[in-house]
C-alpha cells in the first residue's frame, strides 16, 4: 500500500512544494514512479526510479529517496503545477498507485 | 511521435459486456508490455491489468479477475480490453499505457476511454 501525504498543498507561485509517498513495505530496486494529471487529461509520467526526471520533464521537478519514504518536490511552483501528483510502484506485482496529491496554487 | 487512442467506451447496463480497443502508432507496439489502468469518477488510478509482447502472458486485478481479458494483435498494433458481466463499480475512464523499455514504469497514455454501467 503507498500512502501519500498530505491530501491537498496550497501553496503560492514561486514557493516549494513537497509530495510524500510512504511503502507499507520496501518498494524493490526503488522502482517507485511520480505522475502529474491535469483535470480532464491523461496521467503524464515525471519521475521513474524514484529519481530520474522523464523526458522533457522540467528540472523544477526531482524525486528522492528509497526503500520505503520517497518524496517529490517542485521548486519555484508554476500555475501549471496546478494537478493531482500520484506516485506508484511498479518493482512487484501488482503495480500500485497511491492516493495522489492535489497541489493547488493560490 | 508515440499515440495511443483508445475506443469503444459507451453505457451499457449491468450485467453486459462491451470491448475496449487501444490503436498504437509511432513506436514498434510488438516489442512494449501494455496496461489497462482506470479511474472512477473524482477517484485515483487503479491498475487493470498487463500484457507481455507477444501476448502470451497475462495479469489481472482481483477485482476484475474472471471478468476482464486483456489481448493485443501485433500485426494491428492494438490492445484490447474485453469486458464482460459488468457491474456498476467498473465505471470509470479507461487508459491504455505503454511500458517503457529499462525497467521504466508506464512512459505514454492515451487520453481514455469512458466506460458508464448503468440500468
Known amino acids: 500500500v503507498l500512502t501519500q501525504s498530505p491530501g491537498t498543498l496550497s501553496l503560492s507561485p514561486g514557493e516549494r512544494a513537497t509530495l510524500s509517498c510512504r511503502a507499507s513495505?520496501?518498494?524493490?530496486?526503488?522502482?517507485l514512479a511520480w505522475y502529474q494529471q491535469k483535470p480532464g487529461q491523461a496521467p503524464r509520467l515525471l519521475i521513474y526510479?524514484?529519481?530520474t526526471r522523464a523526458t522533457g520533464i522540467s528540472d523544477r521537478f526531482s524525486g528522492s529517496g528509497s526503500g520505503t519514504d520517497f518524496t517529490l518536490t517542485i521548486s519555484r511552483l508554476e500555475p501549471e503545477d496546478s494537478a493531482v501528483y500520484y506516485c506508484?510502484?511498479?518493482?512487484?506485482?501488482?503495480?500500485?498507485f497511491g492516493q495522489g496529491t492535489k497541489v493547488e496554487i493560490k | 511521435e508515440v499515440q495511443l487512442v483508445e475506443s469503444g467506451g459507451g453505457l451499457v447496463r449491468p450485467g453486459g459486456s462491451l470491448r475496449l480497443s487501444c490503436a498504437a502508432s509511432?513506436?514498434?507496439?510488438?516489442?512494449?508490455?501494455m496496461h489497462w489502468v482506470r479511474q472512477a469518477p473524482g477517484k485515483g488510478l487503479v491498475w487493470v491489468s498487463r500484457?507481455?509482447?507477444?501476448?502470451?502472458?497475462?495479469t489481472y486485478a482481483d477485482s476484475v479477475k474472471g471478468r476482464f481479458t486483456i489481448s493485443r494483435d501485433n500485426a494491428k498494433n492494438t490492445l484490447y480490453l474485453q469486458m464482460s458481466r459488468l457491474r456498476a463499480d467498473d465505471t470509470a475512464v479507461y487508459y491504455c499505457?505503454?511500458?517503457?523499455?529499462?525497467?521504466?514504469?508506464?512512459?505514454?497514455w492515451g487520453q481514455g476511454a469512458q466506460v458508464t454501467v448503468s440500468s
Open positions: 499505457a505503454r511500458v517503457g523499455i529499462g525497467a521504466r514504469p508506464l512512459d505514454y
Open positions: 509511432g513506436f514498434k507496439f510488438s516489442s512494449y508490455w
Open positions: 500484457i507481455n509482447t507477444d501476448g502470451s502472458s497475462a
Open positions: 513495505q520496501s518498494v524493490t530496486s526503488n522502482y
Open positions: 526510479g524514484a529519481s
Open positions: 506508484q510502484q511498479y518493482g512487484s506485482s501488482p503495480w500500485t
